[in-house]
Nanobody, 115 residues
């Protein structure tokens, strides 16, 4: 079955960086668009970035320049490099895989940006 396991979240101070990882299994990773979403309490889950199988990338406008999504098809892993973190980046970050017409989610990893 499809499994997505996020890691790399934690508590950081404003201006610092974090790299999230999402290890995928149970499907042909190289053929699937992979995305990162985030969610804060009381708000809808929002798309952060998507990396497509051939390497094209989409970013939410508000996050361009600070966040970088990448994938390693040999390791079945997608990454989210987050730089210059701000308190408003505090959220649970979720990995998402599109497999055929279905979407799968990881359990999420908490990122807290606070001084």
């Amino acid at each position: 079955q499809v499994q997505l396991v996020e890691s790399g979240g934690g508590l950081v101070q404003p201006g610092e960086s974090l790299r999230l990882s999402c290890a995928a299994s149970g499907f042909t990773f190289s053929r699937s668009p992979m995305s990162w979403y985030r969610q804060t309490p009381g708000k809808e889950r929002e798309l952060v970035a998507t990396v497509y199988p051939r390497g094209s990338i989409y970013y939410a406008d508000s996050l361009k320049g600070r966040f970088t999504i990448s994938r390693d098809n040999a390791k079945n892993t997608v990454y989210l490099q987050m730089n210059s973190l701000k308190p408003e980046d505090t959220a649970v970050y979720y990995c998402n895989a599109q497999v055929a017409q279905l979407y799968y989610w990881g359990q999420g990893t908490q990122v807290t940006v606070s001084s």
